[in-house]
């Protein structure tokens, strides 16, 4: 699942190219199409060469509507950044070019777009060459340039196989286990009620998620998931996400609030960032300067305290606390804008380093100073977080390399994530432990519950997988499987007899015809209860897993490979053994035979039972009881 995002000047012609690419014009409001300009965000879909359907978020370009471009373009894969060959490079382009770079946006592919109204071939190099420099020291300084035509349709093919090489090296987002929508569009269907859209991060909504709005804390449920316009059962990390709630009002919701599951994530109205000042800015920073904070699809005022240096000048870097007026969510690691509002200027962005600051810094404090630097570089936590989520089931000491932490510091970081929840103990003590990261632990999981449901869809005679079958789909070695299976067994999830493991939820259940097909053999079983039908001829007219659903059932009891009796007549002839060996003391096959009126085959086959059993015990031709 991937998301691209439209940037650029003002009708350098994304939302036409849009049109063109998809047969969906992303502008949707009466007043973006009279102006031809795009005001609010807009969304369309398009499949790449290879088949991935990736969504587009196509922002405005003009300098008066940029803070609405913010709410869409932070949770973006790649950039489409457009310029327009008629005019190359232009101010909003360098705007929100810097943007892109601000957010670290990873990379992407450059459209140099309306070729036809180009004069000569000439001045296209002569723009691509200016375009190029631009760029250079940018996240775009590797993008392919194309050049299209929305109008006649030229170069869209190699647009399209540009996005899906620029995609290709993308990793999936990865499932933190907490999801977070930011929600940068709300509206109304009839029929349904209150809808939300936006780009999911961190974690998987399901369908029937308990949710909560942040700020506000007010609840709902999902009651269901669409992502690019196909409905699903649940919504993965890095997709263009709607939601549709029950339970909330459109009027309770605004752009910038945050979905997510109720007590994952609190709101801050402190912040500690590390900033840099683009080198274009209109003059230096100054401590306790008024800005707008942008981060996800979120724009609140706050004032900005520079932590160790009295101003920054423009193409410094430093370190901010922000006070913000509302509350926000946000986590470390999100990427930030940082905006002037009078007279509107975008100064720059960076990192959060802390989303949850204790207290209000005083302003040269050398510690913490230091204590933001370490932050910046990683805290343990985090670090050793990710790599037990990168190693799947591991042991500290692995987990504690992995990261390059030293064993105190593994130690204490590791006590916090299982406090946390964030880490779940699977198995042994110390060094030694087997320890999961909690998404890691729910997708294998998943994945476990999956395989078992797709045995019992394709198998519903049998009454479970074998468990070393399960463990070989899972890809895991025999002590971590074991231990993960204590879990799903104690958690009621799965049931195991024997060598089989099952869904606890599952029986055997047989259809009409085969009740009549199992009634027929029964019958033939009540007609002749000491010398019923053959396995052979059992498998001949039931069928292999019938057969076998029978037996698993109780219904039959195999004595040998050959023999099989009704569970009821095997227990009359072991009493008849035990009290005839009570009178008698001996007893003889042909005397069993003869008692049952039977076949040696029968007989024996039975003897041979009681004899695996420890009933009786052979001597010569004669059973006894055994001691």
Known sequence: MHVIGTAGHVDHGKSTLIAALTGTHPDRLK??????????????????PGDETIGIVDVPGHRDFIENMLAGVGGIDAALFVVAADEGVMPQTREHLAILDLLQIPGGVIALTKTDLAPDPDWLDLVELD?????SQTVLAKAPICRVSARTGAGLAELKQALADCLRARPPRP????PRLPIDRIFTMSGFGTVVTGTLTDGTLRLGDEVEVLPSGRRGRIRTLQTHRQKQQSAQPGSRTAVNLTGLEVDEIQRGNVLALPGHYRTTQRVDLHFRLLPDAAGPLTHSTEVKFFVGASEVVARARLLGSESLNPGESGWLQLELRDPVVTVRGDRYILR???PSETLGGGVVVDAQPAKRHRRFDAAVLEHLEALLQG?????????????????????????RLSAEAAAAALDELYQSGEVIHLDGEGATALLAARPRWQALTDQAQSELTAFHRSYPLRAGTPREALKSRLKLEQRPFQAALRHWIAAALF?????????ANFSVQLNPAQQTQVKALLARFAAAPYTPPSIKECLAELGEDLYAAVVEQGLLL???AEV???????????QWVEEHLAAHGTLAATEFRDAFNTSRKYALALLEYLDALGVTVRDGDFRKRRK
């Open 175 to 178: 499932d933190l286990g907490r």
């Open 340 to 342: 002037r509002p009078s």
């Open 31 to 48: 007043e973006e199409r009279e102006r031809e300009m795009t005001i609010e965000l807009g969304f369309a879909w398009l499949t790449l």
């Open 564 to 574: 099989v009796f009704r569970p009821a007549d095997v227990a009359a002839m072991r």
């Open 379 to 403: 805290a343990p936590t985090d670090l050793l977080f990710r790599s037990i989520l990168a190693l799947g089931i591991c042991t500290p000491s692995q987990a504690a390399a992995h990261a």
């Open 495 to 503: 049931v195991e007899t024997g060598p089989l493991l099952a869904l």
């Open 131 to 135: 375009v190029h420099q631009a760029v």
């Open 558 to 560: 195999p004595v040998s």
